[in-house]
């Protein structure tokens, strides 16, 4: 079996700051995933990789940029926070992008900015 | 407008009843529809998945009935249990893109 490690758990950010969250896999999947989960909603794709070095923008990349500098991490920064965002971010992967039948995620990191 | 709808948002049972979660969707490109689980705290994890060659999947107390034609699927969970309470998601797969779209979960508590 394998783990998704997401660092930190809780960030709690300023105004106008630039966040970063990251993400770790030790399952050597090709596919990296960041979802942004609000209160009572859906999960919404922000930013996926297919490969190192790949970039894919999701539904929701505005105001966020992403990294993939190895095929076990992803990173994902947020620009600039904005105030009283709240939200969790998850990190997934699978073995594929075309036949993902199974994302596993991580634990989620949880944002709050004053 | 939202591609994959749950139905309802929050749904109680009580211990042993069956509960029924529902979903419907809009797009005819999608070919695969996984639902995940979630509890508090943690990320969502694969709980049983159909395709839509098929129209019924059973997995232990998990099924998922679906509908081609009305676009529609359902999870019905027999003899519930507590350890059941979770957030349910219900997405869908673009046979094209292969991206995964999900709907805005229903929150099942189950009362011992």
């Known amino acids: 079996g394998g783990i998704i490690t997401q660092t930190p758990k809780f960030l709690i950010g300023q105004e106008g700051q630039k966040l970063t969250l990251k993400c770790q896999q030790n399952f050597n999947h090709d596919t990296m995933y960041w979802y942004r989960q609000d209160s009572g909603k859906g999960l919404r794709l922000i930013y996926y990789?297919?490969?190192?070095?790949?970039?894919q923008k999701g539904d929701l990349s505005e105001g966020y940029d992403a990294s993939r500098e190895k095929k076990s991490s992803f990173s994902l920064t947020v620009t600039s926070a904005q105030k009283n965002e709240m939200a969790v971010f998850l990190c997934a992967s699978s073995i594929a992008q075309l036949s993902n039948e199974r994302l596993f995620f991580g634990h989620g990191t949880k944002l709050s900015v004053l | 407008q939202q591609q994959v709808r749950q139905s309802p948002q929050s749904l109680t049972v009580w211990e042993g009843e069956t509960a029924i979660l529902n979903c419907s969707y809009e797009?005819?490109?999608?070919?695969?529809f996984p639902w995940y689980q979630q509890f508090p705290g943690e990320g969502p994890a694969l709980l049983i998945s159909i395709r839509s060659v098929s129209d019924k999947k059973e997995d232990g107390r998990f099924t998922i009935f679906f509908n081609k034609r009305e676009k529609k699927l359902s999870l019905h969970i027999t003899d519930s249990q507590p350890g059941d309470s979770a957030t349910y998601f219900c997405?869908?797969?673009?046979?094209?893109?292969?991206?995964?779209?999900f709907g805005d979960g229903t929150v099942l508590t189950v009362k011992p």
């Open positions: 797009d005819s490109t999608f070919n695969y």
């Open positions: 990789s297919i490969t190192e070095n790949d970039l």
């Open positions: 997405a869908a797969r673009n046979t094209n893109t292969g991206k995964l779209t």
